[in-house]
C-alpha cells in the first residue's frame, strides 16, 4: 500500500521557518517524482515544489524559488522542503504527492496546516 506521510507545519511568524517531510512507503523511492503542493483557503491548489528522484531534477514554482529549497534522503525514503522567509501568502495546507512525472501525481498524502501569521 502506498503511503505518504506529511509533517511538519505549525504556525510561524513571517520571516520565519519551517521544514515539511513526507515520509513515503509502499513503492520503489527512487524511481519517482516526489513533489509538494499547496492550498490556501478559497484558492485553488497549486504546484509548490518537486524532486525527480531518478534524475535529481527539481522544481520550483515562481513564488518560492529562492525561499523554499527541496531534498530527498533516500535511505529514508523522505523528501523534505525547507522553507525560509516565509510570507502570510504562504499560508496553506501543504501535500505531498508522488508520481512518474511532475504535475502529474498518482498518490497522495494528508496535508499539514502551515500558517504564517504574527
Known amino acids: 500500500e502506498v503511503q505518504l506521510q506529511a509533517s511538519g507545519g505549525g504556525l510561524v511568524r513571517p520571516g520565519g521557518s519551517l521544514r515539511l517531510a513526507c515520509v513515503a512507503s509502499?513503492?520503489?523511492?527512487?524511481?519517482?517524482?516526489i513533489g509538494w503542493f499547496r492550498q490556501a483557503p478559497g484558492k485553488e491548489r497549486e504546484e509548490v515544489s518537486c524532486?525527480?528522484?531518478?534524475?535529481?531534477?527539481?522544481y520550483y514554482a515562481d513564488s518560492v524559488k529562492g525561499r523554499f529549497t527541496i531534498s530527498s534522503d533516500n535511505a529514508k525514503n523522505t523528501v523534505y522542503l525547507q522553507m525560509s522567509s516565509l510570507k502570510p501568502e504562504d499560508t496553506a495546507v501543504y501535500y505531498c504527492?508522488?508520481?512518474?512525472?511532475?504535475?502529474?501525481?498518482?498518490?497522495w498524502g494528508k496535508g499539514t496546516l502551515v500558517t504564517v501569521s504574527s
Open positions: 504527492a508522488s508520481g512518474d512525472s511532475w504535475p502529474d501525481m498518482s498518490y
Open positions: 509502499g513503492f520503489a523511492f527512487d524511481d519517482y517524482a
Open positions: 524532486i525527480v528522484n531518478y534524475d535529481g531534477s527539481t
